[in-house]
């Protein structure tokens, strides 16, 4: 199987089971979803699912039983049918689940409105993601009535329900080697797609005609999805902060924002570079882009373990304030302007947020209310931005339509930090040399 050693996922089931005492576990996998008539969606595993089996497949459900004596992980997923096989490819079934993705016990997914009820029997909670699959959770309701209808026969049924998120998310939070491993294979693969969209990128081209260069290179390097749709926004079009129409022509004397990232195995990259279309950058470009860049540098130095999560964005803030009023876009004090909050009319978001299975990973960012202080294994996005935007009266117009975002991944270490998508260019010089070829 590609992807990690199933080990790896045997550890993290009992380390869940371990924290459950005499629960029951439910994890249901996503849904396939139609796109349109008779077209569904690329099937994508959901992530929680996923990071306990690596079982690929829809319409299956994970459950653990703690302390089951004919095991403890049991696995309802589609059988064997050669008939569907032919048509829509080929299915573990029950003896590749137990084979090749270490279940206990393998059931048919039709029949576990009969099977499922009798695991729950004489158990004290059901750890469950409520919310998630609203269907499923009214099922998972009519199966804890079934069992409390038993009770003159003796049988206890579960009498609470605990957020199966409060353990995996914080699991998930703390990358281990294999995943760090895998996140590292995203970025550089990302990383080289980049570098690939400054080679070819000239006026004329179109937006759309960049991100298939993008795509090709995702594929190329063994990517089986992008992790986001991606981002190619051309001169006005990188002021939007989430644009993907991508279908714009590429100016001379207009800068490039490409946000886009590769998935592996379900972990996500997720990089950001701007750059000019023509290969130079103007002095009003440089002069915005050194600021951006610095307020990266200076977000990730505070990207280190006992520093807590609102470090990196409180100096990126300062710099890019700093550096706004010395373009004189902004002026007056540099402190009330933070205090008021004035620098958000160019900088609207924050400086990063998790990342791992999810582009915008699970884990808490505050605990009890404060911050919560980074430890080694985290990683995180560090993206800071000035989008000024045409039309602002009181912004000189040679500023205007100057959209930048400079974006890495970043694993917070031992001793420090480390850029997972160092490969891809970020200096002035660096990107102005990837594009001379």
């Keep these: ?9 045997v550890k993290r089931r009992q380390e869940v089971m371990r924290m459950m005492g005499s629960g029951v576990a439910i994890l249901p996998t996503a849904p396939v979803q139609t796109r349109n008539r008779d077209v569904q969606y690329l099937y994508r595993p959901d992530s929680d699912f996923y990071y306990l089996t690596h079982f690929p497949e829809p319409e299956a459900v994970a459950v653990l039983v703690p302390g089951r004596a004919h095991g403890e992980f049991i696995l309802f997923c589609r059988e064997n049918n ?5 048509w829509d490819g080929r299915r573990a079934g029950f003896d590749g689940a137990r084979e090749h993705y270490g279940a206990d016990d ?8 009969e099977i499922l009820p009798g695991l729950l029997e004489n158990r004290e909670k059901v750890f469950y993601s409520m919310g998630r699959f609203r269907d499923f959770d009214q099922r998972l309701l009519g199966w804890v009535n079934e069992v409390r209808g038993k009770a003159r026969n003796g049988v206890h049924a579960p009498g609470e329900f605990v957020d199966l998120n409060h353990i995996l998310h914080e699991m998930r939070l703390i990358k281990r080697p294999e995943e760090i491993k895998l996140m590292k294979r995203a970025a550089r693969i990302t990383a080289a797609a980049h570098r690939r969209a400054m080679r070819v990128c000239k006026p004329g081209l179109m ?11 995702f594929r190329k390097g063994g990517s089986e999805y992008t992790a986001y749709p991606p981002i190619v926004g051309g001169g006005r079009n990188a002021c939007v902060l989430h644009y993907i129409d991508n279908r714009d022509e590429l100016r001379s004397g207009d800068l490039l924002l490409i946000d886009a990232g590769a998935e592996v195995d ?6 950001t570079r701007t750059f000019p279309v023509n290969g130079k950058y ?3 470009q440089r002069a915005v882009y050194e600021i951006v860049l610095a307020a990266q540098l200076a977000a990730i130095d505070h990207v280190r373990a ?16 700093q550096g706004l009023k010395d373009l004189k876009i902004l002026t007056g004090d540099v402190e009330g302007h933070i205090e008021k909050g004035d620098y958000k009319r160019f900088y609207m978001h924050r400086t990063g947020h998790w990342l791992g299975m999810d582009v915008h990973d699970v884990g808490d960012y505050k605990i009890d209310g404060t911050w919560r202080e980074l430890e080694p294994g985290m990683t995180l996005t560090v993206e800071p931005g000035l989008y000024i935007a045409e039309g602002g009266a009181d912004v000189d117009k040679r500023w205007w339509n100057i959209g930048i975002r400079i974006e890495d991944d970043v694993l917070v270490t031992r001793d420090g930090s480390e850029v997972l998508t160092v490969d891809a260019p ?7 040399a990837c594009m001379r070829g």
């Design 306 to 321: 006992g520093k807590h999560w609102n470090e990196p964005h409180e100096k990126a803030v300062r710099t890019l304030t």
């Design 426 to 432: 970020k200096t002035v010089a660096d990107i102005e």
């Design 82 to 86: 050669p008939e569907k096989e032919i």
């Design 207 to 217: 937006e759309y005609e960049v991100e298939a260069e993008l795509l090709h290179e």
């Design 282 to 284: 103007s002095g009003e």
């Design 106 to 113: 393998a059931f048919p997914i039709d029949d576990i409105d």
């Design 266 to 271: 379900a972990y996500a990259a997720d990089l």
């Design 1 to 9: 199987m590609p992807g990690m050693d199933m080990k790896a996922f």
